[in-house]
């Protein structure tokens, strides 16, 4: 793909600030209510629901604000003291996991939604970005929520592999046994100081990997959902690294997202909407609700969910990641 860089600029700024406003505007400053600082995870369906992986998504984005002068420093510094403190003594979890959708205001658990494992991580990732950030007491209470997090407990010991949710109604469920979004997962929890895992649960999950067109040899995940070969690039640096195996998931995204362009160039006719220059099918909420839109390679009927509806995010997202090589980003940019 070639990129050009003053139009690129242009457009990874715009929708920068654009998603600094969804954080922004889509939460909870009322000091009076027990879910201060929560964030919706849909500013149109759901008004009242927070999500705790888009909490630890506007964590980062208090950063971004800061750097590019969009909120003050006092500002960002108290609302994320705050929103720490409503995690701390406020949201309910169990072994230090959260559930996935909690009350905007009561921050009670909605919906028996699951303990999940990914959003906890998602939140987590942010908290310690902005402790790093901050430092001082905002530092010590980030670490203080990841040091409780039990890892072993959500690990299934016959597989080695953790399990994908956990109810109190029917305990566990599932499992994350196919490469997805979740390397942040394995990252945060063999590195944990309190309750770490094995690194060979690292290797106990599935690297399936196919071609598109002349993109060889992709590990492609499930559903072929943008996100999933991006939630994790945006705390962790791969670029430049290889596991044990010769992996490298930085280009491996790259390779899953240009496939995924492919794929709505070849698809044009069926979907008037796919083209050159309009792909990047990532989950979102469409015409019929949320759909985890995708595209090949993967390993399901993505046809099923796939009605022409492309998320400019999934693009962008692909483009915050891999012009930072040429930008020289100083990774205030995500």
Not at 62 to 81: C, D, P, Q, T
Not at 228 to 251: M, P, R, V
Not at 325 to 330: A, G, L, M, V, W
């Amino acid at each position: 793909m070639r990129i050009i860089k003053c139009n690129g600029e242009k457009l990874l700024l715009k929708e920068l600030k654009g998603c600094f406003n969804f954080f922004n505007k889509e939460i909870n400053l009322d000091k009076q209510t027990r879910g201060y600082g929560l964030i919706r995870d849909k500013s149109v369906i759901h008004k009242d629901i927070a999500s705790v992986a888009s909490v630890g998504y506007g964590f980062s984005s208090l950063i971004v604000g800061v750097e590019h002068k969009w909120i003050s420093y006092e500002s960002a510094y108290e609302r994320a003291n705050k929103t720490l403190d409503t995690f701390l003594y406020n949201v309910e979890n169990i072994h230090g996991f959260f559930y996935h959708f909690i009350n905007m205001r009561t921050a009670k658990r909605e919906w028996n939604c699951e303990l999940s494992i990914i959003d906890t991580a998602i939140f987590i990732c942010g908290a310690l970005t902005i402790g790093e950030y901050f430092g001082g007491e905002i530092k010590q209470k980030a670490e203080q929520l990841y040091n409780q997090i039990d890892w072993e407990w959500y690990r299934n010991k016959d597989t080695n592999q953790f399990y994908m949710g956990y109810t109190k109604e029917k305990g566990f469920w599932g499992s994350w046994d196919m490469y997805a979004e979740q390397l942040m997962v394995y990252v945060l929890s063999v590195a944990s100081k309190t309750y770490p895992v094995s690194t060979s649960i690292y290797q106990a999950f599935e690297k399936r990997k196919a071609d598109y067109k002349q993109i060889k040899d992709i590990i492609a995940t499930y559903c072929g959902t943008l996100f999933t070969y991006q939630f994790s690039h945006a705390w962790i640096n791969f670029q430049n690294l290889k596991d044990n195996e010769g992996i490298d998931w930085f280009e491996n995204s790259i390779k899953a997202t240009k496939a995924n362009r492919f794929y709505c160039i070849d698809k044009k006719e069926i979907y008037p909407t796919y083209n050159e220059n309009s792909w990047g099918l990532t989950s979102c909420v469409g015409p019929n609700g949320y759909k985890a839109y995708g595209a090949q390679p993967c390993f399901m009927n993505i046809e099923m969910e796939n009605d022409g509806t492309v998320a400019p995010c999934g693009a962008v997202r692909f483009n915050c990641i891999y012009t930072k090589r040429i930008y020289k980003s100083n990774g205030i940019f995500l």
